[in-house]
């Protein structure tokens, strides 16, 4: 579908199929983005019964605060690593930047964390896919990339690993090299739907509509309120030629996400074919939705 598609790889998340991920996926990326790696957790705890150490206790009060108040988490997280922190206090600091919306910085700094560490692989790793995702939020899919590669190579029985990286090759337009990345992000988890809509997405962008409607249907039967499956759904129905089952798929989107990125693409998409249906342009718009 022509226009914001918010869809996984439709507008961009770039070269315009991928697109989708920035305005739709953005929220879905700063939460996965706020939240601290078991590992990095597990580290702050202490040795007696799995209790939590006060340092844990800060760690995670550290992480709701960025969630509320980024600024005062910043001060407050770099305050904490002056005072010995260690890795959490620096952690809880790019977090905090995330919320605030300095991405590059964020993602430097969870660079930074990664090339520094001397944590186990799994720590590592979680902060190279957190710096991977900022690195995508500002478009530079080049460090995306190279970073999720370096987390993939440590970790690679890590679905969301997969599905990132997938993401970031979506954004550029290899299409044919995400879809091998989301097959072993199912391979790992055959039911994760998120994985499911990309690969839809990125069949679609490649013109092969039957495994499209077979990736985003599956995705549906697994989460019926998906939706970003439901954006997805609506756009293939439209290149079929079928505007009613279209606008159901979006006027669904519209009612079960209300404010979010995808239902303002999907009221978009609905004027959009209102538009062309009274100008007598339906044929040229569903051949441009199957070029975007």
């Not at 009060?61 to 770099?78: M, V």
């Not at 969870?110 to 944590?119: F, G, P, V």
């Not at 606008?247 to 538009?275: C, Q, S």
């Amino acid at each position: 579908m022509p226009g914001r598609t918010v869809s996984p790889f439709s507008g961009l998340r770039r070269l315009p199929l991928f697109t989708a991920v920035r305005g739709g996926m953005i929220g879905a990326f700063v939460g996965t983005l706020m939240v601290a790696p078991a590992s990095v957790m597990a580290q702050t705890q202490s040795n007696s019964g799995g209790a939590q150490s006060e340092a844990a206790h800060q760690y995670t009060a550290c992480l709701k605060l960025a969630r509320l108040k980024p600024q005062d988490a910043y001060d407050s997280a770099n305050q904490w690593a002056a005072l010995g922190g260690g890795e959490p206090a620096q952690h809880c600091a790019a977090v905090a930047l995330i919320g605030l919306g300095d991405y590059t910085k964020a993602a430097t700094q969870l660079d930074n964390l990664a090339d520094n560490s001397s944590s186990s692989s799994d720590i590592v790793a979680g902060f190279l896919g957190q710096a991977g995702q900022a690195w995508t939020m500002v478009n530079n899919l080049q460090f995306a990339w190279r970073d999720q590669t370096r987390a993939l190579k440590l970790i690679d029985k890590d679905p969301s690993l997969w599905i990132d990286r997938a993401v970031t090759l979506g954004m550029a337009g290899q299409f044919w090299e995400s879809i091998d990345d989301l097959n072993k992000a199912l391979d790992l988890d055959p039911k994760n739907v998120d994985a499911l809509v990309y690969r839809g997405s990125a069949w679609r962008a490649l013109e092969t509509y039957d495994l499209a409607r077979a990736d985003i249907n599956r995705a549906l039967e697994l989460q019926p309120d998906h939706l970003q499956a439901h954006l997805e759904s609506g756009n293939l129905y439209r290149i079929a030629g079928d505007k009613d089952a279209a606008r159901k798929d979006w006027l669904a989107v519209i009612e079960e996400g209300d404010g979010t990125p995808a239902a303002t693409a999907a009221r978009d998409n609905i004027e959009k074919m209102d538009v062309e249906s009274e100008n007598g342009n339906d044929k040229k718009m569903e051949e441009k939705t199957r070029k975007n």
